[in-house]
C-alpha cells in the first residue's frame, strides 16, 4: 500500500530548527485521510478505557497501531516520512521508528494535556527524537489542538511529567512563562504539527461535541544508543548497552 505524502519545504524545516515545531498544512491528501480515520475508529473503539493513569485522564490511546494495520504501518515507513524526519532533526542521516499511536480527546471525558516534553523517559543516549502529530479529521482549536513553547528545545531535559499531580513543565519551571506559546491552531483533516522531543507542549480541553481524532509516530536518530534506562518498552528485548537500536521493533528508514 503507497501512502502520498508531501515534502516539507525548506522554509518549514528551518522554522522547526528555530522553534522546535513546525505546522505542515496538507501533509497527507483528504482521501488517504478518510481511509485511515474509518481505520482509525475501529481500533480506537477497541481500546482499553480504564483511567490508570495521569496520561489516561488526558486522552485516549492505541499503541503501537502500525504493528497491526497495514495502512498506518504504510504511512509510518513512507519514504517521505523518513525524508521529512531526517531534514528536520539536524544532523541525522537516517531515522527509526519508535512508536505510533491514535490518539483520541474525548469532549467531557478527558481534561488537558498538561504541558511537558517527551523524551525524559527516553532510553536513548541522545535527544534527537521528533513526533509527528497528524489530524485524522478537522480539529478546530478549541477541540485541542497542541500548543508549543518556542524555542523551549534549546534548554535540554527539564524532567519527566505524569508521574504525579502538578508535576507538569510550567510548575517545575515557571521561567518558560517567559517564552512565547504558539498561537491556537485550526487544522484541517490531513494537516499535521511535528514537535521535537525536548519541545514543552501541551493541549486544552476538548470543547467540541465531537471527539479530537490523530495519529502519531515518533522517529529517533537511528544511530542513537540504547542507554538501559527501564522503560517498558525496551525493558524485555534483549537490547545491549551503548548498541543501536538494532531490532525489529524500531525499522530505520534511510533517506
Not at 218 to 224: K, Q
Request: net charge negative; charged share 25%.
Amino acid at each position: 500500500m503507497d501512502i502520498p505524502v508531501r515534502a516539507a519545504s525548506d522554509d518549514e524545516v528551518s522554522f522547526f530548527h528555530d522553534h522546535g515545531w513546525v505546522r505542515l498544512p496538507g501533509l497527507v491528501d483528504g482521501e488517504t485521510v478518510a481511509l485511515l480515520r474509518e481505520r482509525a475508529a475501529r481500533h480506537l473503539r477497541q481500546r482499553e478505557r480504564e483511567h490508570r493513569t495521569l496520561v489516561d485522564q488526558a486522552f485516549g490511546q492505541s499503541r503501537d497501531v502500525a504493528d497491526s494495520d497495514e495502512a498506518f504501518r504504510a504511512l509510518t515507513l513512507s519514504p517521505a516520512m523518513g525524508r521529512n524526519a531526517a531534514r528536520l532533526l539536524r544532523g541525522v542521516e537516517a531515522v527509526r521508528v519508535q512508536v505510533t499511536n491514535l490518539l483520541v480527546k474525548e469532549p467531557g471525558e478527558h481534561a488537558a494535556t498538561e504541558f511537558h516534553q517527551d523524551f525524559p523517559w527516553m532510553p536513548m543516549d541522545r535527544s534527537a527524537m521528533l513526533t509527528v502529530w497528524l489530524a485524522l479529521a478537522d480539529v478546530p482549536a478549541d477541540m485541542g489542538s497542541l500548543r508549543f513553547y518556542d524555542g523551549s528545545h534549546r534548554y535540554g531535559i527539564l524532567g519527566r511529567s505524569f508521574t504525579r499531580a502538578g508535576d507538569d513543565q510550567l510548575s517545575q519551571h515557571p521561567w518558560l512563562k517567559e517564552l512565547e506559546v504558539s498561537p491556537p491552531l485550526d487544522l484541517a483533516a490531513g494537516d499535521a504539527t511535528v514537535h521535537h522531543a525536548l519541545t514543552v507542549h501541551g493541549a486544552p480541553a476538548n470543547q467540541r461535541d465531537r471527539p479530537r481524532l490523530s495519529f502519531t509516530v515518533t522517529y529517533f536518530d537511528a544511530d542513537a544508543l540504547y542507554t538501559g534506562t527501564p522503560y517498558k518498552q525496551t525493558d524485555e528485548l534483549g537490547l545491549e548497552v551503548n548498541k543501536p537500536f538494532e531490532h525489529p521493533r524500531f525499522p530505520c528508514l534511510r533517506p
